[in-house]
């Protein structure tokens, strides 16, 4: 790391920052000695120096907003500013979750609004917006599929199956809803094997929970069988509605037999994430689940909007009506972007994946060579050949600036590289994306040490991710 971002570089005894006036009121008493510190171990700079340092840390920050950023599953497009100014209005921000239901009508017609707009582009009968993540909302929706099942007396339904391409969150999700759990195969196009769910498919499963477009960034032909299979049988169909970006407007989860589904607004629909959130995961369910929805839910009555519980919902499951800033973005990129816009996200988002996928697939393993989603899956497989890794790929692309995509994920695929453009980059970012990559695989076969000793021009080199993850070192202590 560069010295410009160490602080004991620049400290100093007896620089001072800034001085304080002298006191102008009576001194007060100090607390009891035992209670005070002697020492005070913070570095001594000055004022300048201390800007310098936030702004040299602040420039390490990469994000949408610098640049192009393909993360797999993530959906990091680029969201308007705009959308932050309507979040910050002051009767959105300077109201308080206990006021009464009266003194804040146009929040709660925000959230009644934004629920019937998710219900409608899911093509499902009700929403509740109160989940804080994706992962949360996978939570809700198992909570309801149990409750569902204990409600009609179908004790021995336990088990949720999932696919062996399934993001992390959904076998740790069923898990801690005290699930067990199945993993159906996926075949060599993709898809679901009818043959292994058919199998796996019985009377002690609760749900298939089955992402759709799935993690491989596929559209899977057979759902509407799927859904017949799992409902036959007395299960319910969950998706995972984190690739919802693929479908507005094009394809609604209720139509495709889904029961439920959870999305992330965060994603989708237009608040910068990363690093931890907030976030915002709404589940939006069929008829036979909107009895079981977490409270509270917004309900409109000659005008007048109000809080209300589901007759047997599973509860509350955050406090107060969840992450509400989310919500007023969400709903600001839905009203801005209308029916057509949000159809164009959609098509815009499918055609840079499948132009990178075409652009790519001289140079890389594809393993699925079909038309993809909204994000396209390779495989390192050619280069690991040659003895270069997915990991060296993506370091790599840190030398010219770009984002890497998701690596080593999904599971399934041997070096997988997962790649989402994002309806929101132009031809010239794709193209300079494509060049990057061809100059990767070029360097593969002829330079290889280029990439294993990659990155070279970032403040800091390759981390020591298993060390960092075991012994992290985030607090700052003079003599570091
Ligand atoms: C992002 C993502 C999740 C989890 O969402 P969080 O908001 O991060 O909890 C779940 N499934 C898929 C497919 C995702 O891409």
């Given at each position: 790391?560069?010295?410009?971002?160490?602080?004991?570089?620049?400290?100093?005894?007896?620089?001072i920052?800034?001085?304080l006036?002298?006191?102008?009121?009576?001194?007060?008493?100090?607390p009891?000695k035992?209670?005070l510190?002697?020492?005070?171990?913070?570095?001594?700079?000055?004022?300048?120096?201390?800007?310098?340092?936030?702004?040299?840390?602040?420039?390490?920050?990469?994000?949408?907003?610098t640049?192009?950023y393909?993360l797999?599953?993530?959906?990091?497009?680029y969201?308007p500013?705009?959308?932050?100014?309507?979040?910050?209005?002051?009767?959105?921000?300077?109201?308080?979750p206990?006021?009464?239901?009266?003194?804040?009508?146009?929040?709660?017609?925000l959230?009644f609004e934004?629920?019937?707009?998710?219900?409608?582009?899911?093509?499902?009968?009700?929403?509740?917006?109160?989940?804080?993540a994706?992962?949360?909302?996978?939570f809700?929706?198992?909570l309801?599929v149990r409750?569902?099942?204990q409600?009609?007396?179908?004790?021995?339904?336990?088990?949720?199956?999932?696919?062996?391409?399934s993001?992390?969150?959904?076998?740790?999700?069923?898990?801690?809803c005290?699930?067990?759990?199945?993993?159906?195969?996926?075949?060599?196009?993709?898809?679901?094997d009818?043959?292994?769910?058919?199998?796996?498919?019985?009377?002690?499963?609760?749900?298939?929970?089955?992402?759709?477009?799935?993690t491989?960034?596929?559209?899977?032909?057979?759902?509407?069988?799927?859904?017949q299979?799992?409902?036959?049988?007395?299960?319910?169909?969950?998706?995972?509605?984190?690739n919802?970006?693929?479908?507005?407007?094009?394809?609604?989860?209720?139509?495709?037999?889904?029961?439920y589904?959870?999305?992330?607004?965060?994603?989708?629909?237009?608040t910068p994430?990363?690093?931890?959130?907030?976030?915002?995961?709404?589940?939006?369910?069929?008829?036979?689940?909107?009895?079981?929805l977490?409270?509270?839910?917004v309900t409109?009555n000659?005008?007048?909007?109000?809080?209300?519980s589901p007759?047997?919902?599973?509860?509350?499951?955050?406090?107060?009506?969840g992450?509400?800033?989310?919500?007023?973005?969400a709903?600001?990129?839905?009203?801005?972007?209308?029916?057509?816009?949000?159809?164009?996200?959609?098509?815009?988002?499918?055609?840079?994946?499948?132009y990178?996928k075409?652009?790519?697939?001289p140079?890389?393993?594809?393993?699925?060579?079909?038309?993809?989603?909204h994000?396209?899956?390779?495989?390192?497989?050619?280069?690991?050949?040659e003895?270069?890794?997915?990991l060296?790929?993506a370091?790599r692309?840190?030398?010219?600036g770009?984002?890497?995509?998701?690596?080593?994920?999904?599971l399934?695929?041997?070096?997988?590289?997962?790649?989402?453009?994002?309806?929101?980059?132009?031809?010239q970012?794709?193209?300079?994306?494509v060049?990057?990559?061809?100059?990767i695989?070029r360097?593969?076969?002829e330079?290889p040490?280029?990439?294993h000793?990659?990155?070279?021009n970032?403040?800091?080199?390759?981390?020591?991710?298993?060390?960092?993850?075991r012994n992290p070192?985030?607090?700052?202590?003079?003599?570091d």
């Amino acid at each position: 790391m560069s010295h410009h971002y160490l602080l004991p570089e620049i400290s100093q005894p007896g620089k001072i920052g800034c001085s304080l006036p002298s006191l102008d009121v009576p001194a007060a008493e100090l607390p009891p000695k035992e209670l005070l510190r002697q020492e005070l171990e913070l570095p001594e700079v000055s004022e300048v120096e201390i800007i310098r340092y936030f702004t040299a840390l602040s420039k390490l920050n990469y994000s949408a907003d610098t640049g192009f950023y393909p993360l797999g599953s993530c959906t990091m497009k680029y969201n308007p500013k705009w959308h932050e100014d309507i979040a910050k209005l002051a009767g959105f921000t300077s109201i308080h979750p206990l006021q009464l239901e009266e003194s804040v009508q146009g929040a709660l017609q925000l959230m009644f609004e934004l629920q019937e707009y998710l219900a409608e582009i899911t093509g499902m009968d009700a929403t509740s917006l109160v989940p804080i993540a994706g992962a949360h909302g996978e939570f809700a929706g198992l909570l309801m599929v149990r409750a569902y099942h204990q409600d009609r007396q179908d004790k021995a339904r336990r088990k949720i199956l999932l696919t062996d391409s399934s993001h992390g969150t959904n076998p740790a999700s069923a898990v801690m809803c005290g699930f067990d759990i199945g993993v159906v195969a996926s075949d060599s196009q993709g898809n679901v094997d009818m043959k292994s769910l058919d199998a796996m498919m019985n009377e002690e499963v609760a749900a298939l929970t089955l992402t759709m477009p799935t993690t491989l960034g596929l559209f899977d032909p057979r759902i509407l069988g799927i859904s017949q299979v799992v409902h036959e049988r007395g299960g319910l169909l969950g998706a995972d509605g984190a690739n919802l970006n693929a479908f507005l407007g094009q394809v609604k989860f209720g139509e495709l037999g889904y029961d439920y589904v959870q999305l992330n607004l965060h994603k989708t629909f237009s608040t910068p994430h990363g690093g931890g959130g907030p976030g915002s995961g709404p589940v939006c369910v069929k008829e036979s689940l909107s009895d079981f929805l977490p409270s509270p839910l917004v309900t409109e009555n000659n005008g007048m909007y109000k809080f209300m519980s589901p007759a047997k919902s599973i509860g509350r499951i955050a406090n107060f009506y969840g992450n509400f800033g989310v919500m007023c973005k969400a709903y600001a990129y839905i009203r801005s972007l209308g029916a057509s816009g949000l159809r164009e996200v959609s098509e815009n988002a499918v055609l840079s994946a499948n132009y990178l996928k075409e652009k790519l697939k001289p140079y890389y393993h594809l393993p699925y060579n079909r038309t993809c989603m909204h994000e396209v899956v390779f495989s390192g497989r050619r280069q690991k050949a040659e003895g270069v890794r997915t990991l060296d790929i993506a370091k790599r692309l840190l030398d010219y600036g770009l984002h890497p995509p998701t690596i080593y994920f999904p599971l399934l695929v041997d070096e997988a590289l997962m790649i989402e453009p994002t309806e929101t980059e132009s031809k010239q970012t794709l193209d300079a994306f494509v060049e990057a990559m061809k100059e990767i695989a070029r360097d593969a076969r002829e330079n290889p040490d280029i990439l294993h000793t990659a990155p070279h021009n970032t403040p800091v080199r390759r981390l020591d991710d298993v060390r960092a993850a075991r012994n992290p070192d985030l607090r700052w202590q003079m003599g570091d």
